[in-house]
Nanobody, 118 residues
Framework: QVQLVESGGGLVQAGGSLRLSCAAS????????MGWFRQAPGKEREFVAS????????AYANTVKGRFTISRDNAKNTIYLQMNSLKPEDTAVYYC???????????WGQGTQVTVSS
């Protein structure tokens, strides 16, 4: 069982930066692939970025590639999403998720709101 708690959301102007954090509980955190997803009002939840257990393998949605960076600190049971050059279309609730190797994303946080003003 893994519990996830996101933090770091807020209101920022276009072009600004935010760093989201996701703190995880559970002794097997380091074995999970972790991901960030987001959901804007009236839209389906979409993939943003993911990272493997070691931090070596990452993946990004085309819409955030080059602007967002995902990282993890297994010693702190935490993953991060550094978001730079934010755009109004990045406005959404951002969710952290975890999955076991070969499985689907099974554990989800409660989400943190990110609002980018133009």
């Amino acid at each position: 069982q893994v519990q996830l708690v996101e933090s770091g959301g807020g209101l920022v102007q276009a072009g600004g930066s935010l760093r989201l954090s996701c703190a995880a509980s559970g002794r097997t955190f380091s074995s999970y692939r972790m991901g960030w997803f987001r959901q804007a009002p009236g839209k389906e939840r979409e993939f943003v970025a993911s990272i493997n257990w070691s931090g070596v393998s990452t993946a990004y949605a085309n819409t955030v590639k080059g602007r967002f960076t995902i990282s993890r600190d297994n010693a702190k049971n935490t993953i991060y999403l550094q978001m730079n050059s934010l755009k109004p279309e990045d406005t959404a609730v951002y969710y952290c998720a975890a999955k076991e190797p070969g499985g689907a994303y099974k554990y989800w946080g409660q989400g943190t709101q990110v609002t980018v003003s133009s």
